[in-house]
Nanobody
Framework: QVQLVESGGGLVQAGGSLRLSCAASGRVFSSDAMGWFRQAPGKEREFVAVIRWGDAGTYYADSVKGRFTISRDVAKNTVYLQMNSLKPEDTAVYYC?????????????????????WGQGTQVTVSS
């Protein structure tokens, strides 16, 4: 059983930066992956980024590539999402999630299916 708690959301102007954190209680295994997803009002939840816990391999949605960076601190059982050059369209509730990789490719880990553990979400609002 893994519990995930996100923090770091807030209100920022366009072009600004935020760093989200997701602390996991319970062991995260090297065979797991942790992802960030987001959901804007009236829209479906969408993939943002994923990291494999074991080798730190990463994969990003095209919409955030080059602006966002996912990383993890194994000792702290925490995954981060550094968000730079924020845009109003990045406004959403951001969720972290965890799942076993099951040998899947990073691209396959971008789908919501298979993520069994979810945090409560943290609001990110980017003003224009």
């Amino acid at each position: 059983q893994v519990q995930l708690v996100e923090s770091g959301g807030g209100l920022v102007q366009a072009g600004g930066s935020l760093r989200l954190s997701c602390a996991a209680s319970g062991r995260v295994f090297s065979s797991d992956a942790m992802g960030w997803f987001r959901q804007a009002p009236g829209k479906e939840r969408e993939f943002v980024a994923v990291i494999r816990w074991g080798d730190a391999g990463t994969y990003y949605a095209d919409s955030v590539k080059g602006r966002f960076t996912i990383s993890r601190d194994v000792a702290k059982n925490t995954v981060y999402l550094q968000m730079n050059s924020l845009k109003p369209e990045d406004t959403a509730v951001y969720y972290c999630a965890a799942r076993p990789t099951q040998g899947l490719s990073l691209r396959s880990l971008s789908f919501l299916t298979g993520y069994h553990y979810w945090g409560q979400g943290t609001q990110v609002t980017v003003s224009s």
